[in-house]
């Protein structure tokens, strides 16, 4: 029985099954462009939702005419085409959350959910060295820590604390990033980049579920 052998019931993930991901995750982005470059207009300069947007497209793209043959080989083509594709902080740092991740799942040509949440922490750790932020500095991160860390447990556990660590980021102040410059004026606006990753895991966890 084929839901037996699901993701969420210790399946193996494979290359298209990652490949999935990102074309949910590039839908989600797409619908929600507008909400994210509003949230950006709050506390940055209004360009969240149009880079994300043209970056996954562009990742859609190459992953529907080169389809890579392993789950790390989807997140490395992916990763890069998204630092090629958007110029905003955004583009370098999802580029590399999804190339580290990729290239901590190695070679193989499947993947356990618990497998993805060790690379996706060395992932997340990865995006933290790059633009040296930390949980709490209102950014990406405060979704993808918490969500990394459910992922061990389930998709939708994963889901759940990403959405509920983009809502934390309303109260806080930026100190890393664009909305930083506006010190205390960045708090009571939700972090756009939280809310983006919020919806990556979002897909993640849709495709894994069904
Ligand atoms: P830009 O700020 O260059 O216009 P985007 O608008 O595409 O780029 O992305 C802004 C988002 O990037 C922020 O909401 C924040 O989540 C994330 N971000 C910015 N700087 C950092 C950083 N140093 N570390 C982690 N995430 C960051
Ligand atoms: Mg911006």
Not at 129 to 151: I, S
């Amino acid at each position: 029985m084929s839901d037996m052998n699901g993701p969420e019931s210790g399946g193996a993930l494979d290359a298209a099954f990652f490949t999935r991901w990102l074309t949910a995750a590039a839908a989600a982005v797409d619908r929600e462009a507008d909400r994210l470059t509003e949230l950006d207009s709050a506390i940055g300069d209004a360009d969240h939702g149009a880079n994300l947007k043209r970056g996954f497209a562009a990742v859609r793209d190459v992953l529907d005419k080169e389809p890579p043959p392993t789950p790390g080989a989807v997140l490395i083509t992916a990763g890069r085409q998204l630092i090629s594709t958007v110029g905003g902080a955004s583009g370098p740092l999802y580029g590399t959350l999804l190339r580290r991740t990729g290239k901590e799942l190695g070679e193989s040509a499947t993947v356990t959910r618990e497998e993805l949440a060790a690379a996706l922490s060395a992932g997340v750790a990865a995006v933290s060295r790059l633009g040296g932020a930390q949980a709490g500095d209102k950014t990406m991160l405060d979704a993808l820590f918490p969500a990394a860390e459910a992922l061990g447990e389930s998709f939708d556990a994963a889901r759940d604390a990403a959405e509920r660590g983009a809502l934390a980021t309303v109260p806080l102040q930026a100190r890393k990033g664009r909305a930083s410059y506006l010190g205390e004026r960045s708090i009571g606006h939700q972090d756009p980049g939280a809310t983006s990753s919020a919806l990556l895991i979002a897909a993640l966890a849709e495709v894994a579920t069904g």
